[in-house]
């Protein structure tokens, strides 16, 4: 079994910053991708940004010069630096890792953005 836990969530004014942190750990076989999703209330859940073992990167347009997305092998940890926060950046955040043959989910972590 894998499991993801993520940290960093919050409540923040519009224009701050926080920076979310997920750990991957238990039975671990490369990890290719990893990422972030975000759902907000009413809405599908949407990709935020991923990164590849390599290290390429997506991050979707709305957050694009806002948000980067960063990792570490070693660690098997994701790290997402958010800044230039705004109200309709609210959402749970879920923090997400692909392996060769399954992808894992973790349980998501509040951001609130107050305006």
């Known amino acids: 079994q894998v499991q993801l836990v993520e940290s960093g969530g919050g409540l923040v004014q519009a224009g701050g910053s926080l920076r979310l942190s997920c750990a991957a750990s238990?039975?671990?076989?490369?990890?290719?991708?990893m990422g972030w999703y975000r759902q907000a209330p009413g809405k599908q859940r949407e990709l935020v940004a991923r990164i590849t073992r390599g290290g390429s990167t997506v991050h979707a347009g709305s957050v694009k010069g806002r948000f980067t997305i960063s990792r570490d092998n070693a660690k098997n940890t994701v790290d997402l630096q958010m800044n230039s926060l705004k109200p309709e950046d609210t959402a749970v955040y879920f923090c997400y890792a692909e392996m060769t043959l399954n992808a894992y989910w973790g349980q998501g972590t509040q951001v609130t953005v107050s305006s």
């Open positions: 238990g039975s671990i076989f490369n990890i290719n991708t």
